[in-house]
Each structure stands twice: as structure tokens, then as C-alpha cells.
């Protein structure tokens, strides 16, 4: 496989993107000093030999539990791995964030829970201008019905609101690279619309 499959955003950061068949969520790649920081594992082969072909030390990041995101981390050896609590879970090793962690590697990389609607226990990763944040803006589905749950959504805006990054990177959205405002703008839009005698806003 060929590096054309990566996108680069700058010096530093670039991505595999997603793909539909097989589902597998966008890859993040940092290149920090003495590792290389990936924003999830993905699920297909394209991203597992991407992953193992790189020769530095390897820092998993997973986003959440969903086996688009994390499905290939038996298979990529992975030199540390940082998760959330409930994913942990399914992967039963790595370190588990439960608050913001600032590591220096060369570049600046801030691990943070991230609360989500989507996926319990999900984190993300800023560095610099760019915050990798998952699947964790997306809504979940209850009783068939596509939703959010209201006071998780008024808490990951909060989390968002203090982030300095100046773009979000949703997994899955074509358009991965989001200028933060707008993707603020639209969860507020959403939070707008709740019934304050109920926990879930029904889309
Ligand atoms: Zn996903």
C-alpha cells in the first residue's frame, strides 16, 4: 500500500479515512518525537497494514468500543495504548484516562474524556490546532428512535467549548477536518431543541 491512502492535514498529523465496506473508522497519525500517536485502529486490512508497516514505536489512542474504531488492535502491536474505562472493558490492557493528561512528545498531545451520546466512555485527542474527537458528537438510538441524551450533550459541549483546537475531526464525515464553531454550532442547535421534562432530545 502506497502513502497517497493517507491524507496529510500538516507537518505532523495525517489520517487514513474511513472506509464503508468494511466499516472501519478514519485513522489518525501524529508523529511525535520518539512515537507515533494513532487516533484509533480501524477495522480493515488497509489500516492494519498501514499501522505495521510504520517503524517507530506505536501509541494507540482508541476513541471508543465500537469495532470500527478499535477491531484491529490484537492485530497491530501497539507499544502502549490509551483508552477510556468502558473500553477498556473489551480490551482488558492499556492506560485508562479518566481526566486530562498532557504528554510531551516532542509534540503536545491532550488525552480527555470526552461524554457522548454515541458511545459511553469515549476520549479524544488535541494537538495543536486539530482535536480528534471520534464518533462522540453523534446521537445513539433508543427505542428505534435517533437521540441524545440531554445532559451528556450539555456536558460534551462544555468539554468541546474548552478545548483550544481551532478544528474538529469527526470520524466518518467526509468532510473529517470541521471548523470547531460550526460543529459547536450544530450540537447547540440540537440541545435547543430539548423538552426540559425529559432526558433524551428525539430527533
Ligand atoms: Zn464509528
Redesign the pocket.
Known amino acids: 500500500m502506497l502513502m497517497e491512502e493517507t491524507v496529510r492535514i500538516n507537518e505532523i498529523i495525517s489520517y487514513l479515512p474511513a472506509s464503508e465496506n468494511p466499516l472501519s473508522?478514519d485513522v489518525g497519525i501524529i508523529k511525535g518525537k520518539n512515537s507515533v500517536w494513532l487516533f484509533d485502529v480501524g477495522c480493515s486490512s488497509a489500516a492494519e497494514e498501514l499501522i505495521n508497516r510504520m517503524d517507530k514505536p506505536k501509541i494507540a489512542v482508541i476513541s471508543h468500543f465500537?469495532p470500527?474504531?478499535m477491531a484491529n488492535f490484537e492485530k497491530v502491536k501497539s507499544d502502549e495504548i490509551y483508552l477510556g474505562a468502558n473500553t477498556f472493558k473489551y480490551v482488558k490492557r492499556g492506560n485508562i484516562v479518566e481526566t486530562d493528561l498532557f504528554i510531551d512528545d516532542g509534540v503536545k498531545i491532550h488525552l480527555f474524556p470526552l461524554p457522548s451520546s454515541h458511545a459511553k466512555g469515549s476520549l479524544g485527542l488535541e494537538t495543536g490546532e486539530y482535536a480528534f474527537l471520534g464518533?462522540s458528537t453523534y446521537a445513539t438510538m433508543k427505542q428505534g428512535r435517533v437521540c441524545y441524551n440531554a445532559s451528556v450533550l450539555k456536558e460534551e459541549i462544555s468539554v468541546l467549548k474548552n478545548l483550544s483546537a481551532k478544528y474538529f475531526l469527526i470520524?466518518?464525515d467526509k468532510n473529517f477536518v470541521r471548523k470547531r464553531e460550526e460543529v459547536i454550532a450544530e450540537l447547540e442547535e440540537i440541545y435547543s431543541k430539548r423538552d426540559p421534562k425529559e432526558s433524551y432530545i428525539w430527533l
Do not use: F, L
Request: negative net charge; charged residues 30%.
Open positions: 473508522a465500537h470500527d474504531h464518533d470520524s466518518h
